[in-house]
């Protein structure tokens, strides 16, 4: 344990040099940044940490849209793609940022009744068309896009699940003109397995990832949030035409 602290703590300097809004960075930053997260349990900790971290860069504002408990692939439940096409931002608002796929690997319920077994070819079909409805109603409104993908988890299933859902983000997110953000590794050993603790912003050596293996502690979403800034100020000018994958 102790000499993976010390390893991860000889990565800090990498990470800090990620973060947008340390010291001096802020004389890079774009003009004012109103953003919008969308998203699950796992967005909604991301929304907390961008919060925090805009509350020291002057100009960015942070509007939380997420609902955790909920799914793209559970429409019964709560419908992303209509609730996204409903939203309307106001002038402020330059970026999209998603979060999607703790609670999508069930099967998709049809409204004749039927039902879709996860990772079937139909499956996929389906949660992918949802996927393209959700960036096509983001490009319209001229939204910079970032998919911020999901990460290593403890449980091994749980992880195989995730990445498979990271692979269908990417190859829809492909040519779309959005960022598809991987922090699979963002927190992890030096091998690239999951860790429960590491180096915070701060350079303390501190838990990261709670209990069930899954979600991040505030620390660990503050560290997700730099990476996300960055993403934002790196992000392209949206393509609408390029969202019709």
Known sequence: MIAFLR???????LLLAATPYHAHATDEMRPPTAVVVFGDSQAQGLAGGLQRAA??????????????????????????????????PDGRVTTAVLMFGGNDRLPIREASGGVIP????AWHDEYRARVIAILRSLSADKLRIIWVADP?????????????????????????????????????????????????????MQRLR??????????GYDILAAKVMQAVTNAPLPNPAGAAN
């Open 118 to 121: 996860f990772r079937s070819q």
């Open 55 to 88: 509350r020291r860069v002057p100009g960015w504002k942070v509007e939380n849209r997420t609902k955790p408990g909920t799914a793209i692939s559970q429409a019964g439940n709560y419908d992303w793609p209509a609730a996204i096409a409903a939203y309307k």
């Open 210 to 219: 709670l209990d069930d293996g899954i979600h991040f502690t505030p620390g």
């Open 7 to 13: 390893a991860s703590a000889a990565l800090l300097p």
């Open 152 to 204: 290593i988890c403890r449980d091994e299933t749980y992880s195989v699940d995730m990445a498979y859902l990271n692979g269908v983000y990417r190859d829809v997110l492909a040519g779309s003109g959005a960022t598809y953000l991987d922090i699979w590794t963002a927190i992890a050993d030096p091998s690239g397995k999951f860790a429960a603790y590491g180096p915070g912003l701060d350079g303390t």
